[in-house]
């Protein structure tokens, strides 16, 4: 499926300066970035892109949420990422001149700001200092595979769930409270497991006095505990 692209109007420069991959840069820098930028608003479900289609240019998410996931031969669905308004996607691809790696898709309505590959390229290449920002992005997004990969792979679902908290909660500058952004069903297939299992663990969680839970807001209540089931050197039984 072909990425779809509307092009509605060009993007914010307000908007543009306050993301992540772009934050720092002069006026000028943000003008020339706002003119080739284009909004477009995805519907809830609406695939924004497939594996495999042509990486034709990449995405900044302004508001609402992007699921990317992998499918396996027999469709099990292994969720990558969730992309976070003033999070880019689909990036790395552009830079690779390869097919998009993963699907994304809105889980619910989703604005969204589009580069166009070519346009950008010709940009970054007549000003080199815009590359550097996504440098960093592109390096912490590298991370963050790494430590899913690690955790799939390696660690038990108590584990995962754990470092999960741990890591949102490093995310908000330390917070002991963390919001979840997405369903239990979708925080359970991040985490590769089912969300009976995860239900379970979160009920034993509680019982020993690590986290409470209120909706979707999650306390917190004996981090250096939760960090220690994390790395394995305690066991939540």
Do not use: C
Request: glycine residues 6%; aromatic residues 8%; charged residues 25%.
């Amino acid at each position: 499926m072909k990425a779809k692209i509307q092009k509605n109007n060009v993007a914010s420069s307000d908007f543009i300066k306050e993301t992540l991959l772009f934050k720092g840069l002069s006026e000028e820098q943000i003008r020339k970035l706002s003119h080739i930028g284009i909004k477009n608003t995805f519907k809830r479900g609406e695939t924004i892109f497939s594996e495999g289609d042509e990486a034709d240019g990449f995405y900044i998410l302004r508001t609402g949420r992007v699921k990317i996931y992998k499918l396996s031969f027999e469709g099990k669905e292994q969720t990558l990422h969730m992309v976070s308004p003033g999070e880019p996607f689909g990036e790395v691809p552009v830079f690779t001149g390869e097919t998009f790696p993963a699907h994304a898709e809105a889980l619910k309505e989703s604005d969204t700001v589009f580069f166009s590959k070519k346009p950008f390229i010709d940009l970054i290449k007549s000003d080199p200092s815009i590359a550097l920002n996504m440098l960093a992005i592109l390096s912490k997004r590298l991370k963050q595979f790494t430590r899913l990969v690690e955790n799939l792979s390696l660690k038990e679902v108590p584990q995962r769930l754990a470092s999960h908290f741990i890591l949102l909660s490093d995310n908000k500058n330390n917070n002991d409270f963390i919001e979840l952004e997405v369903a239990k069903g979708q925080l359970a297939n991040m985490l590769g497991t089912i969300p009976e299992t995860l239900s379970r663990i979160l009920s034993k969680m509680v019982e020993r006095n690590l986290i409470r839970v209120e909706g979707r807001t999650i306390h917190l209540v004996d981090k250096n505990g939760l960090k220690s089931i994390a790395t394995g050197e305690k066991t939540l039984t």
